[in-house]
T-cell receptor
């Protein structure tokens, strides 16, 4: 079955430290890949997306993600975390070009310590 | 441009009742998708509408239904509410139906079933 795995439910990072959130997918072919962020009580905001081409993708708010086909991974990174980055992060995929249906991972809650 | 709007933002119902949630997409967007978010199951796809036609449906019982109007506004209906229907219901719009297009999410409707 097609799936998206975010192995870390919670991650705590000190402010100013670097961040990496993991995402692995299981699909027959490379899907479209997305990272969304959700602040408490809010909807989802797109951070970045990967369709094809350069495997290092730049997004908003200083985030980037690297697609690794051999590992079926699409990990999200940020070199220096700010307290305002505390939120829940979701990796998502769209497996077929004809549909817009997003399949989400379970999410990773990021806590930022002073 | 105004973002995706959802009404109402909060709703409390009792078991057995029915509820209708509304979503207004971004102007010019013709595709509207609905997702259910719960702590246990995470984000799950409900259905997608494009040009008033349901294009795709998730694995939910027939109590969950939706429709789209000619102005692209969408409603979803849940009949015979159950406690497990308590969730955040998110609506997302995109300009076209291709899977790679970004979906823009609304703030959600928080439904509580007592």
């Amino acid at each position: 079955a097609q799936s998206v795995t975010q192995p870390d439910i919670h991650i705590t990072v000190s402010e100013g430290a670097s961040l990496e959130l993991r995402c692995n997918y299981s699909y027959g072919a490379t899907p479209y890949l997305f990272w969304y962020v959700q602040s408490p009580g809010q909807g989802l905001q797109l951070l970045l997306k990967y369709f094809s081409g350069d495997t290092l993708v730049q997004g908003i708010k200083g985030f980037e993600a690297e697609f690794k086909r051999s590992q079926s991974s699409f990990n999200l990174r940020k070199p220096s975390v700010h307290w305002s980055d505390a939120a829940e992060y979701f990796c998502a995929v769209v497996p077929f070009s004809g549909y817009s249906t997003l399949t989400f991972g379970k999410g990773t809650m990021l806590l930022v310590s002073p | 441009k105004a973002g995706v709007t959802q009404t109402p933002r909060y709703l409390i119902k009792t078991r057995g009742q029915q509820v209708t949630l509304s979503c207004s997409p971004i102007s010019g967007h013709r595709s509207v998708s609905w997702y259910q978010q719960t702590p246990g199951q995470g984000l799950q796809f409900l259905f997608e509408y494009f040009s008033e036609t349901q294009r795709n449906k998730g694995n939910f019982p027939g109590r969950f239904s939706g429709r789209q109007f000619s102005n692209s506004r969408s409603e979803m209906n849940v009949s015979t509410l159950e406690l497990g229907d308590s969730a955040l219901y998110l609506c997302a719009s995109s300009p076209v139906i291709a899977g790679g297009n970004e979906q823009f999410f609304g703030p959600g409707t928080r439904l509580t079933v007592l």
